[in-house]
T-cell receptor, first 114, second 111 residues
Framework: SQTIHQWPATLVQPVGSPLSLECTVEGTSNPNLYWYRQAAGRGLQLLFYSVGIGQISSEVPQNLSASRPQDRQFILSSKKLLLSDSGFYLC?????????????FGPGTRLTVL | DAKTTQPPSMDCAEGRAANLPCNHSTISGNEYVYWYRQIHSQGPQYIIHGLKNNETNEMASLIITEDRKSSTLILPHATLRDTAVYYCIVRVSGGYQKVTFGTGTKLQVIP
């Protein structure tokens, strides 16, 4: 069966510090991968998605970046965090197929920037 | 993606059926209706999806109107663990399109 891992689960970082969040998927090949952010009390905002190794599409301009060094690994990074980067970060993968498009989400990382 | 409209919150008594509505009046013929839920501090969880026929699985039932402009997610016997935010999404299938989540409906199951 497929599983998705995210770490760390929680993170407190000072403003201006770097960030690296990792997501890995097991049990599937060539998944579509997604990074979302959810601010407190808000809906999910898509940040990046990837259809393959090294292929990253950005949805929202910001000081975050994403990379996909391996087929089942997706990394979210920042060189200098802002207060507004606080939120709940979710990684998701999409099951393939022609007729359905279900996404499965990881447990999330709660980031607090102080 | 077509937009959806959901009530911001609903209450349901434990053991009763929870009926969560969703309006998607601009849905296209090739767009599916998906439902996810997000329990506090967890990632969203897929519940069910459908195109035009009613669907049922171990978690819920999905009723889609004949004109497909609205749908209802039914949790037949709500439990306290069903307290969550429920998202209704419409989207075409296939490709690598993103899932756009709105603010959903906060369902509170009351003992």
């Amino acid at each position: 069966s497929q599983t998705i891992h995210q770490w760390p689960a929680t993170l407190v970082q000072p403003v201006g510090s770097p960030l690296s969040l990792e997501c890995t998927v097991e049990g599937t090949s060539n998944p579509n991968l997604y990074w979302y952010r959810q601010a407190a009390g808000r809906g999910l905002q898509l940040l990046f998605y990837s259809v393959g190794i090294g292929q990253i599409s950005s949805e929202v301009p910001q000081n975050l970046s994403a990379s996909r060094p391996q087929d089942r690994q997706f990394i979210l990074s920042s060189k200098k965090l802002l207060l507004s980067d606080s939120g709940f970060y979710l990684c998701a993968w999409r099951t393939g197929g022609v007729s359905t498009d279900t996404q499965y989400f990881g447990p999330g990382t709660r980031l607090t920037v102080l | 993606d077509a937009k959806t409209t959901q009530p911001p919150s609903m209450d349901c008594a434990e053991g009763r059926a929870a009926n969560l509505p969703c309006n998607h009046s601009t849905i296209s013929g090739n767009e599916y209706v998906y439902w996810y839920r997000q329990i506090h501090s967890q990632g969203p969880q897929y519940i069910i999806h459908g195109l035009k026929n009613n669907e049922t699985n171990e978690m819920a039932s999905l009723i889609i109107t004949e004109d497909r402009k609205s749908s209802t997610l039914i949790l037949p016997h709500a439990t306290l663990r069903d307290t969550a935010v429920y998202y209704c999404i419409v989207r075409v299938s296939g490709g690598y399109q993103k899932v756009t989540f709105g603010t959903g409906t906060k369902l509170q199951v009351i003992p």
